[in-house]
């Protein structure tokens, strides 16, 4: 069983109420209030590579990823790029704008071909204030934000780097198709791979190393297998009994 760069979903329903309700921001909301945001979205796709907004500027949309990678960076006075993270589908980008004057609080670049959804940054605005439920849904959305955050700093304290980059696999592969024999194909390349789990590029490929030989996971270009999860699941654990994984949980 393989699980690909990007779920498949049906693109077509990316700007309908019911997509639009499995989001966060947006959930249990009366169909009338979500109406307005699907109505008001468009799709549109971006190659890899593309800036989708640059820090300190103004903001007029917020985004929500259907398809494909976004990295979410600061770039310091010197000019040095800090990832803050990495978001797939069904993640949202830029909203908290509303808080920052109207301009972008960090930068946003497609790294893998994407189908993302722009909606009015105004309209959200408006209908915080008339609507307690979406407040409460974007405070909601902005702690679960911060909490992975936090669990990834941890994991940087609590883990060795063959250990992270176990968790950051074991992060990509859904529950239930955490099997013996998955491959699983890197959504994004190596360097921001290590970049996300806090390690230089020399770092990641010895700790790559450690890992394949630890726990028998095999490597073929950009895929892993993974012909036994026990053995990773045993080694990622250590001495932890849950190990905190870096995923998004939309994916």
């Known amino acids: 069983m393989a699980v690909t760069k990007e779920q498949k979903i049906d693109l077509g329903r990316c700007n309908s109420r019911a997509f639009f309700k499995e989001l966060t921001l947006f959930a249990d909301l009366p169909d009338e209030e979500v109406g307005r945001f699907s109505d008001a979205s468009q799709l549109k796709f971006y190659k890899k590579g593309k800036h989708l907004y640059r820090e300190g500027e103004q903001a007029y949309s917020f985004y929500i990823i259907c398809t494909g990678w976004l990295r979410l960076f ?10 803050l993270a990495v978001v797939t589908r069904k993640s949202t980008a830029g909203e908290s704008a509303i808080f920052e004057q109207g301009f972008f609080a960090s930068s946003a670049q497609v790294v893998e071909d994407a189908q993302i959804l722009s909606v009015p940054l105004a309209l959200l605005k408006e209908q915080i204030r008339l609507s307690n439920h979406l407040a409460f ?10 909490r992975r955050h936090e669990l990834q700093l941890e994991q940087y304290f609590l ?3 063959p250990q992270r980059i176990g968790c950051f696999l074991l992060g990509l592969c859904p ?3 955490q099997i013996d024999g998955v491959k699983l194909d890197l959504p994004y390349d190596k360097a921001l791979i290590a970049s996300i789990l806090g390690m230089k590029g020399a770092t990641f490929s010895r700790a790559l190393n450690i890992l394949r030989e630890e726990t028998g996971i095999r490597i073929i270009g950009t895929s892993i297998i993974i012909d036994s999860m026990e053995r990773l699941l045993k080694f990622v654990n250590g001495r932890h009994p849950v190990p905190h994984l ?5 994916y």
């Open 137 to 146: 849904n974007m405070l909601t959305s902005m702690a679960q934000y911060q």
């Open 159 to 161: 883990y060795s780097a």
């Open 74 to 83: 600061h770039t310091t006075e010197e000019g040095e790029e800090l990832n």
């Open 175 to 177: 529950v239930l198709e």
């Open 246 to 250: 870096p995923r998004d949980p939309n």
